[in-house]
RNA sequence: GGCUCCAUGGUCAAGCGGUUAAGACACCGCCCUUUCACGGCGGUAUCGCGGGUUCGAUUCCCGCUGGAGUCACCA
């Protein structure tokens, strides 16, 4: 039979069937319904944020019982990048995503159904095409980039679709023995899918996120091996995800249009195909235009996974927006079990929503701060020690100094019943306790307006003399209403409403001029548990450097 | 341009033939309060347009407009 001839010219050492490969991989034997799912990135070392979604809802959508990998798409030699593997692993860890099994570096994978990195499954790749090629189902195209680009000139001219199909596919019906005087002649050539495509074939399929789609038919003779023998996306993803079995493929939403391709693709190679499930992008108000579009690595520094990194965000608070984003539900969830850990709450590909949302920095900035009114001072002491660490040496020398201090000023008003949100994220910690080292104190007093400096003056030295640091917090705020009195200050705000004239301003106000003295600001949290944490001595010697500067 | 997807306030969005059109963020006001924050209460603001179908359309159908994606030997 002449095909068998074709398939033994081309690939003749390939020693395996797809049989034999059936049996290498045979069915995970998983719990009815358990999903499998991976994200399959290319190894630029670059996370993308929308690609940290992708492996997001990916991860999620696999849960408990299911699986979810990590697979290599590494057939492109040009985009590669060195260390772009640990990149991406070292990215989703990051964020807590850690594939059950996968490529775990550049050299190293875990799992049963590996390799999990495409340039290391050519052998598998080779096996199918040579099936394929013996069943008449793909040839060898010795066709010149240069032919094909004027085959598309004239396409684009005549209206018609771009491609290689019909009457453009040249070598669709290349015998043997020609195909073997090329070879010897040296020249080139790709490995194409004889589409059994019909020019006004329809087709449908169900979406997991988009619902049901229908496009045309593929007439188009795709690409399954390129000249250098590796296999395009298109087949790599067949031949992968059907082998490792795949229930749910996750990606972005700019594969629907290639779903046509894929479903015959499967169809051909005799595999039951995957669920698609279309995830939109995530976009971005473009200020030049005023229109929404993608995320983009250059122009977004939220672009990039790192960017979270370095600003402090916490992982598990970016996670809360992931979830938020993919979920909208999630939030109504969140506020009935504010406790709970986020893989509690059942994610479904079906409440995704079909449109891209807009990135919106400010709500991640208020799950965060929400996320990490929750943590505790411990957690909080790590975190920022870890973050420091790496991006604020300054801090972090800081708070290393004295690490009780420290936690000290982050227990202050932590682990209320109504917390505190004055964090968002973890640069911004250095200006919250700037007043609690003399390094960042800046000297610089946000006194009040309606204070004159004659009752500074007298506020302060008179507070001086009554100070007692041993006073118990209750015991803290009758003694700023009496000096508030002695001043002639009201007591209270009620008794300065009812007669303002009467009255300098209330115990408020002086209570403020002593926070501005021992701050240097208008707005803190509660000052007792603040001046307790200074300790006796730098209280007095603040007070006193205030009283000096007036 | 062909093919395809999408369309509810500023943003994220519930809704799935009859609702005072949820909720969250942001914004504004009030309350609580020694400041701020937290919290509570309230407010501003939304169904892109035009046709149908129907007793009745935000919801179903068609068209338009707008936005997005895709048309490689890149993924």
Not at 61 to 77: C, N, W
Request: overall charge negative.
């Amino acid at each position: 039979m002449a095909n068998t001839k074709m398939a033994q010219l081309l690939f003749g050492n390939v020693d395996k069937t797809p049989e034999d490969y059936e049996i290498m991989y045979p069915d995970r034997g998983l719990n009815e319904g358990a999903k499998v799912t991976r994200f399959a990135p290319s190894p630029t070392g670059f996370l993308h944020f929308g690609s940290l979604f992708a492996a997001f809802v990916a991860s999620k959508t696999a849960g408990d019982d299911g699986v979810f990998y990590l697979r290599i798409e590494d057939t492109d030699k040009k985009r590669e990048v060195e260390d772009g593997v640990i990149g991406m692993v070292n990215g989703l860890k990051d964020f807590g995503i850690i594939p059950t099994e996968g490529a775990i570096n550049a050299t190293d994978e875990v799992g049963a159904y590996g390799p999990y990195t495409q340039s290391r499954r050519n052998h598998i790749y080779h096996a199918y095409v040579k099936s394929l090629v013996e069943q008449g189902l793909a040839y060898p195209c010795f066709m010149t980039e240069d032919e094909i680009a004027e085959i598309r000139k004239e396409q684009e001219a005549q209206k018609e679709l771009p491609g290689i199909y019909g009457k453009y596919a040249k070598y669709r019906d290349i015998t043997a023995d020609e195909a073997q005087a090329r070879i010897a002649n040296g020249d080139e050539y790709v490995v194409r899918l004889k589409s059994p495509g019909k020019p006004d074939g329809r087709i449908s399929f169900k979406d997991e996120v988009k619902g049901k789609v229908e496009m045309p038919e593929n007439i188009l003779d795709i690409v399954l091996l390129k000249k250098d023998g590796t296999p395009t996306y298109h087949f790599a993803h067949a031949v992968d995800d059907h082998l490792m079995h795949t229930t749910h493929v996750t990606r972005g939403d700019e594969w629907l249009s290639s779903v046509p391709i894929h479903l015959q693709l499967f169809y051909v190679l005799g595999f039951k195909a995957p669920k698609y499930a279309h995830i939109s992008p995530i976009m971005k108000e473009d200020a030049e235009t005023g229109g929404k579009r993608k995320l983009s690595k250059r122009k977004d520094p939220e672009a990039a996974v790192s960017f979270y990194a370095e600003a402090g965000y916490p992982a598990g608070a970016v996670n809360e927006y992931l979830m938020t984003i993919a979920n909208s539900n999630f939030e109504d969830w969140r506020r009935a079990n504010k406790t709970d850990s986020i893989d509690k709450f059942d994610f479904k590909l079906s409440k995704m929503s079909k449109a891209g949302a807009l990135f919106d920095m400010v709500k991640l900035h208020d799950i965060s701060k929400t996320y990490i009114s929750t943590m505790n001072t411990d957690e909080v002491f790590d975190a920022v020690t870890a973050w420091s660490a790496e991006y604020d040496k300054e801090l972090n020398s800081l708070i290393m100094r004295d690490t009780d201090y420290a936690k000290r000023i982050f227990s202050i008003e932590r682990g209320n019943k109504k917390p505190r949100k004055d964090i968002g994220k973890w640069s911004e910690v250095k200006d919250y306790i700037a007043y609690f080292y003399d390094e960042l104190f800046d000297g610089k007093y946000d006194w009040a307006e309606n204070m004159s400096k004659d009752d500074i003056k007298a506020i302060l030295t008179r507070y001086k003399e009554i100070y007692n640091h041993q006073s118990p917090s209750e015991d803290w705020f009758p003694q700023v209403q009496s000096l508030a009195e002695e001043l002639g200050f009201a007591k209270s705000p009620k008794d300065y409403k009812a007669d303002p004239d009467s009255f300098k301003g209330h115990a408020g106000d002086v209570a403020g001029v002593i926070r501005v003295a021992v701050t240097g600001r208008l707005n803190t949290p509660d000052l007792y548990s603040i001046m307790q944490t200074l300790g006796e001595d730098k209280v007095k010697e603040r007070i006193n450097t205030a009283i000096e500067g007036i």
